[in-house]
Nanobody, 124 residues
Framework: QVQLVESGGGLVQAGGSLRLSCAAS????????MGWFRQAPGKEREFVAA????????YYTDSVKGRFTISRDNAKNTVYLQMNSLKPEDTAVYYC?????????????????WGQGTQVSVSS
């Protein structure tokens, strides 16, 4: 089992920044690829970003490329999502997730463990 706890969400004006953190406990964090997903009201959960277990490879959905940066610190069992130039359409609950298998990084079904989510609200 891996337990994931997100933090860092909040209310910010458009153009502002937030840094989300996801602290992991349980099994060896460094064995897992990590991802961030988000879900806006009335919409399906969507992929935002992912990082390989080594930290070498990162992936982003097109709408956040150049604005968001995913990183991890395996010594602290934590993955981060730095979000800059935020837009109202970024408003959603953000979830971190851990993946051990070889499934596609952009599919929610590939992930084995999920956090409870943290709300990000961007005002115009």
């Amino acid at each position: 089992q891996v337990q994931l706890v997100e933090s860092g969400g909040g209310l910010v004006q458009a153009g502002g920044s937030l840094r989300l953190s996801c602290a992991a406990s349980g099994r060896t964090f460094s064995n897992y690829d990590m991802g961030w997903f988000r879900q806006a009201p009335g919409k399906e959960r969507e992929f935002v970003a992912a990082i390989s277990w080594t930290g070498i490879s990162t992936y982003y959905t097109d709408s956040v490329k150049g604005r968001f940066t995913i990183s991890r610190d395996n010594a602290k069992n934590t993955v981060y999502l730095q979000m800059n130039s935020l837009k109202p359409e970024d408003t959603a609950v953000y979830y971190c997730a851990a993946k051990y298998n070889r499934g596609p990084y952009y599919l929610a079904a590939s992930y084995d463990y999920w956090g409870q989510g943290t709300q990000v609200s961007v005002s115009s």
